[in-house]
């Protein structure tokens, strides 16, 4: 019911910035990014209620990373500062059009679209 394109990875160097896009066809009521590195489990890093704006960050990137919505465009965004070799993943987007009030916010099990990913590779 939901498809999601992902765009703006790239390489950068440490302390470079990038912005990535998602942009959702269908009605989504939160809408996140997850990160995955080679060897290592898939990691939430920041969602957004798409209807008040609520956003929560994974400790990792608070300070760093700011998710934000177009929401006239159905697009997510996650404004990348101050990036750091170990930011080095593959970049997911993911959404759903339900919310639950209990458990974590940045669990992938919450989420049942996603996107095809998006390389973002920060050298040292």
């Known amino acids: 019911q939901v498809q999601l394109v992902e765009s703006g990875g790239g390489s950068v160097q440490a302390g470079g910035s990038l912005r990535l896009s998602c942009a959702a066809s269908g009605y989504t009521v939160i809408m996140a990014w997850f990160r995955q590195a080679p060897g290592k489990e898939r990691e939430g890093v920041a969602r957004?209620?798409?209807?008040?704006?609520?956003?929560v960050y994974a400790d990792s990137v608070k300070g760093r990373f700011t998710i934000s919505q177009d929401k006239a465009k159905n697009t997510v965004y996650l404004q990348m500062n101050s990036l750091k070799p170990e930011d080095t993943a593959m970049y997911y987007c993911?959404?759903?059009?339900?919310?639950?009030?209990?458990?974590?916010?940045?669990?992938?099990?919450?989420?049942?679209?996603w996107g095809q990913g998006t390389q973002v590779t920060v050298s040292s």
């Open positions: 957004i209620l798409t209807n008040s704006g609520n956003t």
């Open positions: 993911a959404a759903d059009q339900r919310n639950y009030y209990s458990g974590s916010q940045l669990s992938s099990y919450r989420y049942n679209y």
